[in-house]
């Protein structure tokens, strides 16, 4: 499984658990191996991910 589907399998759990949006704190945590630049190309897909997850949870039907 790649890193980021399983990124994406956390994140879709984590909101079906608790709904709530991510800080940008919490988005922005960097684990040490992680460099900086990519740790913030990760957030963003994040984001970009959770509104996707998002929008189709609204609208089940698409």
């Known amino acids: 499984m790649s890193e980021c589907s399983q990124m994406l399998n956390i ?5 079906n658990k608790c709904n ?3 800080t940008k704190q919490e988005l922005y945590i960097r ?8 740790n913030r190309l990760q957030a963003a897909y994040l984001v ?5 997850i998002q929008y189709l949870s609204n609208y089940p039907n698409h």
Not at 48 to 52: F, G, S
């Open 11 to 15: 994140e879709a759990e984590r909101m």
């Open 20 to 22: 709530t949006p991510y």
């Open 31 to 38: 684990p040490p191996h992680h460099t900086h630049r990519r």
């Open 48 to 52: 970009y991910y959770r509104n996707a």
